[in-house]
C-alpha cells in the first residue's frame, strides 16, 4: 500500500513555470516505479514522466527538455518540474505509484492536481 499527496498545481501564464510536488507514505527504494500522467478533458490520460526506484528517468517526448522528475529521499517525494509551459499543458495532474506484491502488479494515485496555463 502507498498513500500519495500531491500539491503545487496553479494558474500561470504561457512560458511559465511550475513545480508539482507528491509525497509518498514510503521510501521511493522500496516503490518500483513513481511517475507522473496528466489527463486533459476529453482525453485519454498520459505518461509525463517516470522514474524508478534506482533513479532512471523517463519522459514522453513532448516533455523532453522542458519537464524534469527529480526525487528528494529524505522527504519520501517526487517532485515534477514543469518550464515552458504551453496551454496545451492545462491538464489534471496524477502522481502514480507502480509497484508489484509477488507476482502482481498494482498502481496507486494521488488525487489529481489541476494546473491551468494561460495563453
Known amino acids: 500500500q502507498v498513500q500519495l499527496v500531491e500539491s503545487g498545481g496553479g494558474l500561470v501564464q504561457a512560458g511559465g513555470s511550475l513545480r508539482l510536488s507528491c509525497a509518498a507514505s514510503r521510501s521511493l527504494f522500496s516503490i518500483n516505479t513513481m511517475g507522473w500522467y496528466r489527463q486533459a478533458p476529453g482525453k485519454q490520460r498520459e505518461l509525463v514522466a517516470a522514474?524508478?526506484?534506482?533513479?532512471?528517468?523517463n519522459y514522453a517526448d513532448s516533455m523532453k527538455g522542458r519537464f524534469t522528475i527529480s526525487r528528494d529521499i529524505s522527504k519520501n517525494t517526487v517532485y515534477l518540474q514543469m518550464n515552458s509551459l504551453k496551454p496545451e499543458d492545462t491538464a489534471v495532474y496524477y502522481c502514480?505509484?507502480?509497484?508489484?506484491?509477488?507476482?502482481?502488479?498494482?498502481?496507486?494515485w494521488g488525487q489529481g492536481t489541476q494546473v491551468t496555463v494561460s495563453s
Open positions: 522514474i524508478t526506484s534506482g533513479g532512471t528517468t
Open positions: 502514480n505509484a507502480h509497484d508489484w506484491v509477488a507476482v502482481t502488479w498494482y498502481d496507486y
